[in-house]
């Protein structure tokens, strides 16, 4: 029997969307199985969705709005479905990086989340092991789509050469993120420096820091602690924000130099391998 369990659709994006897909399904005359079917699915997703317990991924939402012909109501909606999975304190800083023009970061311990491999950050996610694992996979992917609009912010990363040596989710997936990295060697939009051992001690070494600037608001700083993420737009926290970002720049590597070290640790740390039993003994 169909779980027929009702939802409020003003408790949550999720709820929300849920209680419009079975909506939008029942005036279709389908069933759950027969929607399923449609979008190369199991029906027990459908319910599962319809009753608030199960995240829809973009694809999901897009394959149904191309079912129901609902021009686009799920794929827009998702967006806000899977930022609300994001920490509430994070939440606030998502959306006005979907809105930045011009992004800059420097991070001294991990790849840029919106240079991630979904591997990476599945690897990165787990490792505090939250139950919303995949949730909050999806969500870090989907914040990515701001690469891709049509003109898409002007993002320069800087990342210290100890991110390139930390193994997260082993050889393979650290392989995957580097040549991920190495594939915006040519935008015009995206750039990527390493700041090397050998720059020695610089004005952030106490930590990463993202800095935003937007056409119709102030820029902003935005820092993380283990706790949670803290973002403002006092004037002089943003002017020393730039300053050690400007810093911080000018003793990297240049941006040719940067992917050529890049594709070196690559090959050297996370090339093939040969067998431990194909390997010459002593």
């Known amino acids: 029997m169909p779980n027929i369990r009702r939802l409020d659709p003003t408790a949550s994006p999720l709820d929300y969307f849920g209680s419009e897909l079975r909506r939008y399904r029942e005036s279709a005359g389908l069933s759950q199985k027969e929607l399923g079917d449609c979008i190369f699915c199991t029906g027990s997703l459908v319910g599962q969705i319809e009753t608030a317990h199960k995240v829809p991924t973009r694809e999901f939402a897009e394959r149904a ?23 509430a304190w994070f939440q606030a800083y998502a959306e006005m990086e ?84 190495l594939s915006f060697r040519n935008e015009r ?49 943003v002017s020393e924000g730039w300053l050690h970002y400007d810093q911080v720049r000018a003793a990297a590597l240049s941006v040719r130099d940067s992917a050529d070290l890049i594709a070196h640790v690559m090959e050297e740390r996370y090339g093939d391998q040969p067998a431990a039993e194909e390997r010459d003994v002593a």
Not at 130 to 146: C, F, G, H, I, Y
Request: net charge negative; charged share 20%; glycine share 6%.
């Open 65 to 87: 709005d191309a079912a129901l012909m609902t021009d686009g109501s799920f794929s827009r909606l998702v967006g806000l479905v899977l930022r609300s999975q994001l920490p």
């Open 98 to 181: 979907a809105k930045a023009t011009y992004i800059s970061t420097f991070q001294c311990q991990l790849v840029y989340g919106l240079l991630q491999t979904p591997e990476y950050a599945r690897a990165v996610l787990g490792a505090v092991q939250p139950e919303n694992l995949e949730e909050l996979v999806e969500a870090r992917m989907d914040r990515q789509r701001l690469l891709r609009k049509e003109k898409p912010p002007l993002v320069w990363v800087v990342l210290d050469e100890a991110v390139l040596y930390r193994p997260m989710g082993g050889r393979a997936v650290m392989r995957n993120q580097l040549a991920h990295l």
């Open 189 to 237: 939009r995206l750039k990527i420096q390493v700041l090397p051992f050998s720059a020695g001690e610089h004005p952030s070494v106490q930590g990463s820091f993202n800095l935003l600037r937007l056409d119709d608001d102030p820029d902003i700083v935005y820092t993380e602690d283990f706790v949670q993420g803290h973002m403002t737009a006092n004037p002089d926290s």
